[in-house]
């Protein structure tokens, strides 16, 4: 068991240009989901998959989100057009099916200049 | 909007007491219900979980549940200035979602 895996650790983008994350979650664990947190703040719910199915994605989500988990292993958040007020933490963390704490990977800090 | 609710503190408290961090939710369909600890600039890691009403005890750690209440609480026992961090209150009904936390800081 290696833990949750995210990938990059830190991106630095230009305002416009489009970023891609990615999250390689514990391997038995049926549960992904994808959080963004900022200073001061808990971690904000943006989407979660239940294997390859998205159950629900936040309706405070632009629509220049979206996220993947094709074949229900890693999975993909990409961010389009990215803004100033797109900076932020982006957490991912996976959980086993049912009452199941998360587990944590170590977040991608993306900074858009 | 489900929400969860938590005083953003900071909560100073002295070394060797006991620290009381509370949660409250808005969805009585809630069923499991978690603590976080996050030191700044790390990702949040648990604590406890508890499904349950009532107490339970793990170490220095209670979480206390009251559904009746919708009603969450965490007690630090003998505090260390290790516990100074963020303390992250976390329900689930269908997805988890979190408070804003709570800043702890244990006073030497």
């Known amino acids: 068991d290696t833990g949750v895996s995210q990938n990059p650790r830190h991106k630095i983008t230009k305002r416009g240009q489009n970023v891609t994350f990615r999250c390689d979650p514990i391997?038995?664990?049926?549960?992904l989901y994808w959080y963004r947190q900022t200073l001061g703040q808990g971690p904000e719910f943006l989407t979660y998959?239940?294997?390859?199915?998205?159950?629900?994605k936040s309706r405070l989500l632009s629509d220049r989100f979206s996220a993947e988990r094709p074949k229900g292993s890693f999975s993909t958040l990409e961010i389009q057009r990215t803004e100033q007020g797109d900076s932020a933490m982006y957490l991912c963390?996976?959980?086993?099916?049912?009452?199941?704490?998360?587990?944590f990977g170590n977040g991608t800090r993306l900074t858009v200049t | 909007q489900k929400e969860v609710e938590q005083n953003s503190g900071p909560l100073s408290v002295p070394e060797g007491a006991i620290a009381s961090l509370n949660c409250t939710y808005s969805d009585r369909g809630s069923q499991s219900f978690f603590w976080y600890r996050q030191y700044s600039g790390k990702s949040p890691e648990l604590i406890m979980f508890i499904y349950s009403n009532g107490d339970k005890e793990d170490g220095r750690f209670t979480a206390q549940l009251n559904k009746a209440s919708q009603y969450v609480s965490l007690l630090i026992r003998d505090s260390q200035p290790s516990d100074s961090a963020t303390y992250l209150c976390?329900?689930?009904?269908?997805?988890?979602?979190f408070g804003k936390g709570t800043r702890l800081h244990i006073l030497p």
């Open positions: 391997s038995e664990h049926n549960r």
């Open positions: 976390a329900v689930e009904d269908d997805k988890i979602i």
């Open positions: 963390a996976s959980s086993e099916q049912g009452p199941s704490p998360l587990h």
């Open positions: 998959f239940q294997n390859e199915a998205q159950l629900e």
